[in-house]
Nanobody
Framework: QVQLVESGGGSVQPGGSLRLSCAASGRTFSLVAMGWFLQAPGKEREFVAA????????DYADSVKGRFTISRDNAKNTVYLQMNSLKPEDTAVYYC?????????????????WGQGTPVTVSS
């Protein structure tokens, strides 16, 4: 089992930045790939970013490339999502997820553990 707790969400103006954190406990964190997903009201959960077990391989949704950065600190059992140049369309609840594989994936169905989510609102 892996327990995930997100933090760092909040309200920010367009162009601003936020850093989300996801603290993991339980199963050996370094052996799982991690992902971030978002879900806007009335919409399906969408892929944002993912990192392999060492963080050496990362992948991003086209909509966030160049603005968001995923990173992980396996010594701290934590994965981060640095979000810069935020736009109103980034408004959503953000979830971190862990996959029982060292390889990251874009599909939410391939992840085994989920956090409760942290809301992000981008508005002027």
């Amino acid at each position: 089992q892996v327990q995930l707790v997100e933090s760092g969400g909040g309200s920010v103006q367009p162009g601003g930045s936020l850093r989300l954190s996801c603290a993991a406990s339980g199963r050996t964190f370094s052996l799982v790939a991690m992902g971030w997903f978002l879900q806007a009201p009335g919409k399906e959960r969408e892929f944002v970013a993912a990192a392999s077990w060492r963080g050496s391989r990362t992948d991003y949704a086209d909509s966030v490339k160049g603005r968001f950065t995923i990173s992980r600190d396996n010594a701290k059992n934590t994965v981060y999502l640095q979000m810069n140049s935020l736009k109103p369309e980034d408004t959503a609840v953000y979830y971190c997820a862990a996959r029982k594989s060292v390889v990251a994936d874009k599909g939410p169905d391939s992840y085994d553990y989920w956090g409760q989510g942290t809301p992000v609102t981008v508005s002027s």
